[in-house]
Every structure is written in structure tokens, then in C-alpha cells.
């Protein structure tokens, strides 16, 4: 089945400070989408990133399917930025979702 | 677009009420996707429909869970009886190409 592996499972930055996040996964995954989940619980798509890098804003994301992992880098982290952060990789089908484990982001002030 | 809409936000019920919780997807979205998301065990995929139509169900963990969706705007997930095990965030999600979009999401508490 699909693998899914995010690192590290827990963060904690000053705000100001860059970070990156680490995800996984196994052969069996076709494409790569990530989400924030904020402290209200809310989960926001950030990137659907099968390969390459995007950019938006402070967060960009970076792909490589060959070598099976994804990226999220998150520059100059502000307050707003914390809660969970997963990424979750799409069957060949294009119709099942699995998520990583998440990783949690706390920026203190 | 309003994206994804759920509804409640918030439930709080007793054990052994029924439970309905109501999805409107994104218009033009083809595919629904039921998600519940514990502490214990992170998000879990329950159903997902396809042109309306339940195409896998095997996330769903009981008979006591049972989901429709009667139109292309409209889905419900129905926990009947609910037991406090089932308290958790329940999102309802929707696409059409890959890259899913996740409503706000449900926050169940059976006491």
C-alpha cells in the first residue's frame, strides 16, 4: 500500500527563522499534495506539487518523484504559521488520499 | 467559490443519537471524500463517491456509519446510534482534478 513519512514530527522555531519539512513516500504514490491545519483545526491546501517547485509567498515546495520525497520550506516563520503541517501522497488511481503523520510547528514570538 | 462547506461546525450529543453531518462540495467537483481525524489515529479516509456514486467504503468502521449523496451538491454521513468513540473532526473533502479541497470540517462530541 501507500507509504507516507513525514519528519520531523514536531518543530518548534523563532519566528524569523527558516525551516524545512521532510516527506517520504513510497512507489506506489502518484502525486503529492500539502496542507496546513491551523490551531483552529482548519486544514488549508498549500501545494499540489507532483514534481518541481512552487512558490507562494514565504512557503515554497520541491518535488522529486525519481528519488521519492517532498520539501516544504518555510522562510522568515511568523506566529500564524503554526499547527500541523502533512503532506499526503495520491494513489495512481488519482482517487485515494493517504496522509503522513503531520508535523507540528510551533513559532514562538 | 465558497469552497467546501460543512455543517455544523460543532455537534455535542448524547450517546446513542443519531447523528447527521452535511457536506456541500465544490461546484463542478466530481468526487467526495469523507475524512475523520482523531489523535489515535490521524486522518482516515471512510468513503469517497464518484459521480454520486459510493465507489469504496471501506474506511467506514461500523454499520452504525452509513453516507449518501443524493445530488452532486449534496452529501450526508450519518452516525446512528453514536458511541463516545466516534467523537472526532470529521472534513468532507472534494476535487476534480488530483488536489483535494477540504471543507472546514466537523467537530463531534458524544458524551
Known amino acids: ?19 524545512t519539512l521532510r516527506c517520504n513516500f513510497s512507489d506506489s504514490v502518484n502525486n503529492l ?25 514565504r512557503l515554497s515546495a520541491t518535488t522529486v518523484a525519481t528519488e521519492r520525497y517532498s520539501l516544504l520550506y518555510i522562510s522568515s516563520s511568523q506566529t500564524t504559521d ?8 495520491l ?10 503523520g503531520g508535523t507540528r510547528l510551533m513559532v514562538k514570538p | 467559490d465558497a469552497g467546501v462547506i460543512q455543517s455544523p461546525r460543532h455537534e455535542v ?3 446513542g443519537q443519531e447523528v447527521t453531518l452535511r457536506c456541500k462540495p465544490i ?35 461500523e454499520d452504525r456509519f452509513s453516507a449518501k449523496m443524493p445530488n452532486a451538491s449534496f452529501s450526508t454521513l450519518k452516525i446512528q ?7 472526532a473532526v470529521y472534513f ?20
Open chain 1, 1 to 19: 500500500g501507500i507509504q507516507v513519512e513525514q519528519s520531523p514530527p514536531d518543530l518548534i522555531l523563532q519566528e524569523g527563522a527558516n525551516s
Open chain 1, 91 to 100: 494513489n495512481n488511481a488519482g482517487n485515494m488520499l493517504t496522509f503522513g
Open chain 2, 81 to 87: 446510534p453514536s458511541e463516545p468513540r466516534d467523537s
Open chain 2, 13 to 15: 450529543t448524547e450517546m
Open chain 2, 27 to 61: 461546484s463542478g467537483h466530481n468526487s467526495l471524500f469523507w475524512y475523520r481525524q482523531t489523535m489515535m489515529r490521524g486522518l482516515e479516509l471512510l468513503i469517497y463517491f464518484n459521480n454520486n456514486v459510493p465507489i469504496d467504503d471501506s474506511g467506514m468502521p
Open chain 1, 33 to 57: 499534495q500539502w496542507f496546513h491545519q491551523n490551531p483552529w483545526g482548519q486544514l488549508i491546501n498549500l501545494f499540489y506539487i507532483p514534481s518541481g517547485t512552487k512558490q507562494n509567498g
Open chain 1, 82 to 89: 503554526s499547527g500541523v503541517y502533512f503532506c499526503a501522497g
Open chain 2, 92 to 111: 468532507c473533502a472534494s476535487s476534480f482534478s488530483p488536489g483535494k479541497f477540504f471543507g472546514p470540517g466537523t467537530r463531534l462530541t458524544v458524551l
